[in-house]
């Protein structure tokens, strides 16, 4: 079994920065990609930021150029800088990792103020 935290949500003005953690835990054998989903009510999960075992990154328009994604292989975790947030940004973030299946974590909110 995998169990995915994150950390790091919280709620901050628009223009300001948060950095989101999600460690895994459990039985892993391999990670093929890790990366962050966003949940907001009424819509659907949205992939916002992908790293695939090779190292590429991948972004959502919505976010590129302003959050940036790292993993850290050595602790099975999962990183996502956040700048220049907006209140468009406020959701649920699931941290996401894919192994042999898919799992994701609880999430954490994310709110974003004018």
């Known amino acids: 079994q995998v169990q995915l935290v994150e950390s790091g949500g919280g709620l901050v003005q628009a223009g300001e920065s948060l950095r989101l953690s999600c460690r895994a835990s459990?039985?892993?054998?391999?990670?093929?990609?890790m990366g962050w989903y966003r949940q907001v009510p009424g819509k659907e999960r949205e992939l916002i930021a992908a790293i695939v075992s090779g190292g590429g990154a991948h972004y959502a328009d919505s976010v590129e150029g302003r959050f940036t994604i790292s993993r850290d292989n050595s602790k099975n975790m999962v990183l996502l800088q956040m700048n220049s947030l907006q209140p468009e940004d406020t959701a649920v973030y699931l941290c996401?990792?894919?192994?042999?299946?898919?799992?994701w974590g609880q999430g954490t909110q994310v709110t974003v103020s004018s």
């Open positions: 996401w990792i894919a192994t042999i299946r898919d799992y």
């Open positions: 459990g039985t892993i054998f391999s990670i093929n990609a």
